[in-house]
């Protein structure tokens, strides 16, 4: 992983051949750097443009930068003729202290009523009794409709970074990766940045050689913000490798956060014009909105729930602590019936009460032992508790623990909700064992060779914790503390 994020994408001081490249100081308005292709656009050679005021270029649009909002990665997009009559898109874009301009020549691809003709099918179709897979299968078939790429994927981020494939379309109606996992070296950090601050990344050829952009200075531009960044020879060999020359991806962002992708591959070049790039990052943007505020009710509904159940438990417990009899029982019971699981211990003092498996009961004084040694949250979630025991026996049948502790003091309650060990099979899109892959000529590890699906079952572990078992569990914490029985103070 550490050496994914050794590559310096923005600073690769290169840009893709399909389009040209300005980049313009903010306070002297001078060209500090252009790539060496502007000709091919403009009718000009580079050294002609290179230090000359924008003022100087008539082909330039001055009117977008005084109409482009000052924020940190806005862009605006304005079309004027070369000199041939051919449409030029004008991409500018607000970077530190400077303007990026990006030019691109119109292709002559779909229509915006075909489009707006998808948009309109896409959200007025939407069913208010439809699952999270509806939503993604969705979304997946309008753009697989509308775009002409080979496939279209639906990515998603989970734990870790680790990502997988959620719901695949394709002209062929072949799924290939649907299901299947992506290790997160895949799309390293420095990667899933530029995908969070930009509205879309664009690779048309991957047989294309990349352009070198010259400056004023020898300075090297920052391409954080710019859609003709050129590409990583590793994930060229990437793509190569996944029979891919031709990609569109697109970040799914939901309630601020870089949720997942949509990942569009072709076996062969494929250039997609401007406009249908846009129009289809609205059609995402519409949709991250349409499922944020799914998962947003979902989560409002499971919260009822959950509310329905602390107040039962709240009620119980206050009963129980009514006549100065803490009632530990009582708790455990109440837990054990919320989470499902195999076994909850409470632990007050020198007491403990146990309601679950009776083989398990053996254990409770090792357990207490790991938690008040290793443990230092308030609610701690854990797949694998024989982590915190020095040498658990070969037999333990315990691994998941959600912790709960009401202080740190010997009066305190402390519970712990038990899982056994489960069988996990994980799918992914090949080996995702970084250990097997060679070193390249640059010093990075080559991507592997085949996606295939690569199956990874363990037992050792229970189940992982979801955010909503933590949070529950918060919550009980908060009942407790608000109980006013006086050992529980």
Same mark, same amino acid.
Request: proline share 4%; charged share 25%.
């Given at each position: ?91 500018? +874009?607000?970077?530190? %202290?400077?303007?990026? /301009?990006? $030019?691109?020549?119109? *292709?002559? &691809?779909?229509?915006?009523?075909? #489009? =707006? ?85 664009? +690779?048309?050829?991957? %047989?294309?050689?990349? /352009?070198? $952009?010259?400056?004023? *200075?020898? &300075?090297?531009?920052?391409?954080? #913000? =710019? ?263």
């Amino acid at each position: 992983m550490e050496q994914c994020e050794l590559e310096k994408l923005h600073l690769s001081g290169q840009i893709q051949s399909f389009g040209a490249f300005l980049r313009i100081d903010q306070s002297t308005n001078l060209v500090t750097h252009v790539s060496k292709n502007i000709s091919q656009f403009c009718d000009v050679p580079f050294e002609d443009v290179l230090g000359k005021s924008i003022r100087e270029l008539p082909w330039f649009p001055l009117g977008a930068l005084s109409d482009l909002p000052d924020v940190l990665g806005s862009r605006l997009l304005d079309i004027k003729n070369n000199r041939a009559g051919e449409p030029l898109y004008f991409r500018v +874009i607000r970077a530190d %202290n400077a303007i990026n /301009v990006e $030019i691109e020549l119109q *292709e002559r &691809s779909a229509s915006t009523s075909r #489009y =707006s003709h998808q948009d309109a099918i896409s959200y007025r179709s939407l069913q208010g009794d439809w699952t999270e897979q509806d939503y993604f299968n969705y979304l997946t078939t309008v753009i697989n409709q509308y775009l002409p790429f080979n496939r279209v994927m639906l990515y998603r981020f989970e734990k870790s970074w680790i990502g997988e494939v959620v719901a695949e379309a394709s002209k062929d109606n072949r799924t290939l990766y649907q299901g299947l996992k992506f290790p997160a070296s895949d799309i390293p950090a420095i990667a899933r940045r530029l995908y969070f601050l930009n509205p879309s990344r664009i +690779i048309p050829s991957t %047989n294309s050689e990349a /352009v070198d $952009i010259v400056s004023l *200075e020898e &300075s090297v531009p920052d391409l954080t #913000y =710019s859609d003709l960044r050129s590409v990583s020879p590793v994930h060229i060999e990437y793509l190569s490798n996944m029979q891919v020359q031709a990609s569109l991806s697109i970040p799914v962002i939901v309630s601020g956060e870089l949720w997942g992708l949509i990942a569009c591959h072709h076996p062969t070049s494929l250039k997609v014009d401007v406009t249908q790039r846009n129009e289809t990052e609205r059609l995402v943007t519409s949709f991250s909105s349409s499922l944020g505020a799914f998962i947003a009710g979902e989560r409002l509904k499971w919260l009822r729930i959950a509310e329905a159940d602390i107040s039962r438990l709240s009620l119980a417990l206050t009963e129980a602590y009514a006549d100065d009899d803490a009632r530990l029982d009582i708790v455990a019971e109440s837990i054990k019936t919320m989470f499902r699981c195999k076994g909850v211990a409470v632990f007050q003092d020198e007491r403990v009460e146990f309601c679950g498996l009776s083989s398990w009961r053996e254990y409770l004084d090792l357990l207490k032992y790991a938690v008040d040694k290793h443990l230092l949250g308030n609610v701690t979630d854990i797949t694998d508790i024989r982590e915190y025991i020095a040498q658990p026996p070969a037999n333990f049948p315990i691994r998941g623990a959600l912790v709960i502790r009401q202080s740190f003091e010997r009066s305190g309650i402390t519970i712990m909700i038990l899982r056994q060990p489960e069988v996990i099979t994980n799918n992914w899109a090949g080996n995702p064992d970084k250990s097997l892959l060679k070193e390249g000529d640059n010093g990075l590890i080559k991507p592997r060779s085949s996606f295939k699906k690569w199956s990874e079952t363990s037992g050792d572990e229970s189940a992982p914790w979801s955010k909503l078992d933590v949070l529950m569990a918060k919550k009980i914490r908060a009942v407790i503390l608000g109980l006013r029985h006086p050992t529980l103070r």
